[in-house]
């Protein structure tokens, strides 16, 4: 039987590992159910990440910080929405975009902003405290996925966002203003994914690396299908990942297990665990029926 103070440890880490993860998904799930794909969320999270942590040392304020990295992530959804509501592009390409973006300037701004190499680690006043050694950034996180399922399956706003996802031609028959409700969920979601950037820079890694992302946009859009575009879901799906990532922390250390088996094999078991999970019920899953199709009025 664990020690309590251990027990609360590993509760922190799974709820730590969890928040950038449901972050993410909630705010792909909403864009989704609008009809659109955004595969660039990878992108998001390390800008956010990057442009969360120099507002947070510039203004000498964490909160300056986690503006920053939803300003980032809303700049970016907006981008997309222009590029595939208004201007009727494919869904898959910009996000692409993005993606290669970060993974160059992240790096480069690592050594033009802070003049090291590969990471950049945050000062303490440039961090989010925590509150009884819990981030607020995690509780609004969980407030976030409940309050956002509430407005998809509780309120007539949920309701028209639903219908553009699956019949936009419908809905707008009806008056719906499909690419203004598109272009919201879509901002949304990317101020989502920009915040879960900033809350790993600036409050659960402390530090800007070339890889902080470390695949969380595309686990994240995985998660999407596995709570079949359900934020209650995508909680529980989020809890299951950040189980298993702060388990793989605790099972490096084990004597028998040290120097043993790579650490690199060890990284791999979240990410197993979760496109395991999403395999199984892969079958069961029914996506938006327009989702990922640019919407043409006819």
Excluded: C
């Amino acid at each position: 039987m664990p020690e309590p103070g251990i027990l609360l440890d590993f509760i922190r880490g799974v709820l730590y590992a969890m928040t950038p993860i449901l972050l993410t998904a909630v705010g792909e799930i909403v864009a989704e159910r609008a009809g659109v794909v955004n595969i660039g969320l990878e992108g998001i999270i390390m800008l956010g990440a990057l442009a969360g942590a120099m507002a947070s040392e510039a203004a000498g304020s964490p909160w300056a910080g986690l503006a920053a990295g939803l300003l980032v992530g809303a700049a970016l959804g907006l981008l997309h929405a222009v590029l595939t509501v208004y201007l009727k592009g494919d869904h898959i390409i910009p996000g692409v975009g993005v993606n290669t973006l970060a993974y160059g300037l992240v790096p480069y701004m690592i050594i033009v902003y802070w003049h090291t190499a590969g990471q950049h680690q945050v000062p303490e006043y440039a961090r989010v405290p925590h509150i009884a050694g819990i981030s607020p950034v995690t509780v609004a996180a969980i407030a976030i996925a409940v309050a956002t399922w509430y407005v998809l399956f509780r309120t007539s706003l949920g309701l028209k966002l639903r219908a553009v996802g699956e019949n936009p031609e419908a809905a707008d028959t009806v008056g719906v203003r499909v690419e203004r409700l598109q272009t919201a969920a879509v901002v949304y979601g990317g101020m989502l994914a920009g915040l879960a950037g900033a809350f790993m820079s600036i409050d659960w890694l402390s530090t800007v690396t070339k890889e902080i992302a470390a695949g969380r946009g595309f686990i994240s859009l995985a998660l999407v299908v596995f709570s079949n575009w359900n934020p209650l879901l995508a909680l529980g799906g989020a809890t299951l990942f950040g189980f298993f990532d702060t388990l793989r922390e605790w099972v490096k250390v084990l004597p028998g297990v040290k120097g043993l088996v790579p650490d690199t094999l060890l990284n791999t078991i979240p990410y197993i665990v979760t496109l395991a999970a999403v395999a199984g019920v892969l079958h069961r899953v029914r996506p938006p029926s327009h989702v990922g199709m640019p919407y043409r009025r006819e």
